[in-house]
């Protein structure tokens, strides 16, 4: 009988120590796991961020190649200064830039894409490389590509490229 009293008063004097260390613990392993939580749900914005800059670019680049592509966009008319653009451009001489990539100019319908080209320069004949080059037959004018992208309210950025071109056409 007197073991049997001594048991119970061992555990009269833990008092409840080891719920409070095991409390302690799930305490920590809590804070630990929110803080990897907020950890990645940082990474997925960043990365998500980072992707869709590089959609806004590439978007942009690619309607900037299709029109640079096709020579009914740099058109040798009008002054330093006419520009054309794609519909709904504000400021243009001409709002019917050919634009044959169907995907791109569903893009431009929606509002997503615009482009516009302006011309920057006067006709100039440029130097030739080699003396009596056929570049002697040729005159040429210079322009300017920009293209946006804008899909902000989206979520999916904006991005703007702007690209120079020179146009070589025969000599008068």
């Known amino acids: 009988m007197n073991s049997t009293h001594s048991n119970f008063a061992s555990r009269e004097k833990q008092s409840g120590a080891i719920l409070i260390v095991a409390l302690v613990f799930l305490v920590a392993i809590t804070l630990l796991t929110t803080s990897a939580m907020r950890s990645s749900k940082i990474g997925l914005s960043l990365s998500h961020n980072e992707e869709s800059r590089i959609a806004a670019d590439q978007a942009a680049q690619a309607l900037a ?50 482009a516009r080209v302006e011309r920057t320069g006067t006709i100039f004949r440029p130097p030739p490389r080699v003396v009596e080059s056929s570049i002697d037959k040729f005159t040429s004018a210079s322009f300017t590509v920009t293209t946006t992208f804008d899909r902000v309210d989206d979520g999916l950025g904006f991005q703007e490229v702007t690209e120079g071109v020179l146009v070589l056409f025969p000599k008068d």
């Open 65 to 114: 190649d299709a029109i640079v592509a096709n020579p009914a966009s740099t058109p040798v008319t009008g002054d330093s200064g006419f520009t054309s653009c794609t519909a709904g451009g504000d400021n243009c001489n001409r709002n019917d830039l050919p634009v044959e990539n169907s995907e791109l100019a569903g893009q431009i319908g929606y509002g997503h894409l615009a």
